[in-house]
């Protein structure tokens, strides 16, 4: 009988999509991906059954992404590279690690094929004092090189079909958006009509090419999270979102009755984006401001209610994400969440820890609700009375 393979990730795209941010293709001029890379890794990791190969990859990488002396000391930074370097190192013997008796490290990396001066960092970095920069950073780039020819390379990326496949649900999207905007100067009886006409013709395209499977789900996901579909290109920062929701709610809506495991997909990727960091002002990113929107308008929306049922979508999933990834726009989601009745329970579960990170960030609270304000003022006063 064939042994079932359980994995974190829901199909081997997605795998291969965490690859090309962790190991994007040379000469590339797409934006590093590699702290969403590693945002995902942190949400397999909470699945289980994490290989410690990606692991790996995810803990090294944000040592490199941490190798930043204008905001760290060089003694934080040797900690975080040695610390990765030789959870890497020990994890990877630990696999071959198979006798009553314990074998030694050099013996187990000879087995792996793991080089000896790897063994020999991790010895001078737990026995001894930390190795030098220039040392760690070298064994390190060393390290994930290693473990892209001995595993990343090893995947399967025939996508062909897939390409196609994405390439007919743009279509589909592109024309039920372009439908959708033709009906602003109709009587709203006709309009109503159009729009509703259009919603059943994507959805059965949608119903058509992706028959509930998650890989072609997924793709029909990343179409929707492209600029110009969910988010328009031409969005201000602080604009309304209701003309939008008014777009896409029906057919989002009509996806999620026939195909119960799109919400889930859809609200993930965007909790994903919304926590991504990047270079520029997070606060002036009109894109995951969008997002954000989105999630609250979703999860809150009474008219969202029963696709919210349908779909299995749970606020508690969206929450402890945020709370894990406190950044800014994950943290104004997270209290916008809280502030609404729906959700009593999470407000005793996490309102203090967001409003505790909001401080700590020097993040305004924009909201109005009094329960929330009155608890930021005691939060704010027992800080004071401790300092």
């Known amino acids: 009988m064939p042994k079932l393979v359980f994995t974190p990730w829901r199909n081997d795209k997605e795998l291969l999509q965490v690859r090309g941010q962790f190991y994007p293709p040379a000469g590339s001029e797409a934006p590093d991906r590699r702290r969403e890379a590693c945002s995902r890794v942190h949400m397999w990791k909470m699945r289980g059954n994490l290989p410690h190969t990606v692991e790996s990859t995810s803990s090294l990488t ?6 930043d002396l204008k905001v760290n000391t060089p003694s934080a930074v040797r900690a975080v590279y040695s610390t990765a370097f030789c959870r890497f190192v020990t994890g990877m013997t630990d696999i071959e690690q198979t006798t009553k008796y314990k074998q030694s490290m050099h013996k187990l990396a000879k087995e792996v094929g793991i080089p000896a ?23 390190t780039e060393r390290a994930l090189l290693w473990l892209y020819k ?21 279509d589909f999207l592109r024309n039920h958006l372009k439908v959708c905007l033709g009906t602003k100067d109709k009587n709203p009886v006709d309009a109503a009509r159009i729009s509703e006409e259009s919603v059943a013709v994507t959805n059965r395209a949608a119903a058509r090419f992706c028959r509930n499977e998650v890989e072609a789900l997924q793709i029909l996901v990343d179409i929707l999270l492209e600029r110009k579909m969910l988010v328009p290109s031409t969005r201000a920062l602080g604009s309304k979102m209701v003309d939008i929701y008014q777009l896409w709610d029906s057919l989002l809506k009509r996806i999620t009755f026939y195909q119960r495991r799109f919400l889930i997909l ?28 989105w999630l609250h308008h979703i999860h809150t ?13 749970v606020a508690d999933s969206l929450l402890q994400l945020c709370a894990s990834n406190p950044g800014q726009w994950a943290l104004r989601l997270a209290i916008s969440i809280i502030d609404d009745p729906q959700y009593p329970d999470a407000r005793a ?7 505790r990170d909001m401080k700590r960030q020097s993040i305004e609270y924009s909201g109005s609700n009094t329960e929330t304000i009155q608890a930021l003022n005691k939060l704010t006063n027992d800080i004071d009375v401790q300092v």
């Open 150 to 170: 001995e595993y990343w390379e090893q995947l399967d990326d025939t996508n062909s079909d897939l390409v196609r496949l994405r390439s007919t649900l743009k």
């Open 266 to 293: 859809l609200t993930d990727s965007m909790t994903l984006a919304v926590m991504r960091p990047c270079a520029a002002d997070i606060a002036k990113d009109d894109y995951r401001e969008a997002l954000a929107m």
């Open 349 to 355: 579960k996490y309102l203090e820890r967001c409003l």
């Open 62 to 67: 944000e040592a490199v992404l941490h190798d």
């Open 117 to 139: 001066s790897f063994v020999e960092i991790r010895h001078e970095a737990i026995h001894g004092d930390f190795p030098s920069l220039v040392v760690l950073r070298r064994a």
């Open 301 to 313: 929306e009474a008219s969202w209610q029963t696709s919210r049922i349908c779909g299995l979508l």
